[in-house]
């Protein structure tokens, strides 16, 4: 979640990586740099709060 300007950006069910030792879980540089951008398009269309499926922003790309 991001707020920027007074406008939110909600983005559900982000991937995890779960580390199989002791379960801490952290989202990967990978994911990171996609989630930042797609917050950021989020915030851009206008929105005062804007929420988006992860599978949605990242089906349409392969
Ligand atoms: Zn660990």
Not at 8 to 19: F, I, L
Not at 21 to 37: K, M, N, P, Y
Not at 44 to 62: K, Y
Request: hydrophobic letters at 40%; one cysteine or more.
């Amino acid at each position: 979640m991001v707020e920027c300007d007074g406008r939110v950006a909600v983005v559900s069910d982000v991937p995890m990586q779960e580390c199989p030792a002791c379960g801490e879980r952290w989202i990967s540089l990978e994911v990171a740099e996609r989630l930042d951008a797609i917050l950021h398009q989020l915030i851009s269309s206008g929105a005062e709060t804007a929420t988006g499926h992860w599978d949605s922003f990242t089906s349409s790309v392969a």
